[in-house]
């Protein structure tokens, strides 16, 4: 089975831009997770959705928005971007929520200048 | 507040001896912690879990102990082998919450 794959890879933006992140899980795959990690930090939980609909949401700002396609692919959208927003976010499918055995993708690399 | 830390920012151990990465929670109601593993420029990859009913879960190389009265678990690397070198990360979930990840250790293995 293909792993999780994310687009882009890389990224660069100016402050106060916006950008949509995406996501596709494992096939079969319904839940998908998404989290921020910057130097130092640990990951931080963004948000989950499971079958398209929001699950749990971490404590982030409403600029950080997400959705779930019928097919299970998401995408994260973060507008008003300031440069602490620059980071690798991570996407992470599982077979169901509440399985907490997640598989993550190689990230974006999200840089704020 | 860090309901999962993971005190050690680093750690160096020569190649064939044992690595020890330690976790500790502060969450009671924590039931299901997990290891992973992180390569630069790569996403964590799962290595091992551990439930609460169980205080000791052993696949190859790798054993995952639970202390639930210290609220503490640690992670042991036998042998430890030069590409075990990488960050990993402690983390801890209860009932259907979201994973809380620690900030990682990053082990450095010498040949």
């Known amino acids: 089975k293909a792993g999780v794959t994310q687009t882009p890879r890389y990224l660069i933006k100016t402050r106060g831009q916006q950008v949509t992140l995406s996501c596709s899980p494992i096939?079969?795959?319904?839940?998908v997770s998404w989290y921020q990690q910057t130097p130092g930090q640990g990951l931080q939980f963004l948000f989950e959705?499971?079958?398209?609909?929001?699950?749990n949401k971490g404590n982030f700002p409403g600029r950080f928005s997400g959705r779930q396609f019928s097919n299970s692919r998401s995408e994260m959208n973060v507008s008003t971007l300031e440069l602490g927003d620059s980071a690798l976010y991570l996407c992470?499918?599982?077979?169901?929520?509440?399985?907490?055995?997640?598989?993550f993708g190689p990230g974006t690399r999200l840089t704020v200048t | 507040d860090q309901q999962v830390k993971q005190n050690s920012p680093s750690l160096s151990v020569q190649e064939g001896r044992i690595s020890i990465l330690n976790c500790d929670y502060t969450n009671s109601m924590f039931d299901y912690f997990l290891w992973y593993k992180k390569y630069p420029a790569e996403g964590p990859t799962f290595l091992i879990s551990i439930s609460s009913i169980k205080d000791k879960n052993e696949d190859g190389r790798f054993t995952v102990f639970l202390n639930k009265s210290a609220k503490h678990l640690s992670l042991h690397i036998v042998p430890s082998q030069p590409g075990d070198s990488a960050v990993y990360f402690c983390a801890a979930s209860g009932g259907n919450t979201p994973l809380v990840f620690g900030k990682g250790t990053r082990l450095s293995v010498i040949a």
């Open positions: 992470a499918s599982s077979s169901r929520t509440g399985v907490f055995v997640q598989y």
């Open positions: 959705y499971f079958s398209e609909t929001q699950r």
């Open positions: 096939s079969g795959h319904r839940s």
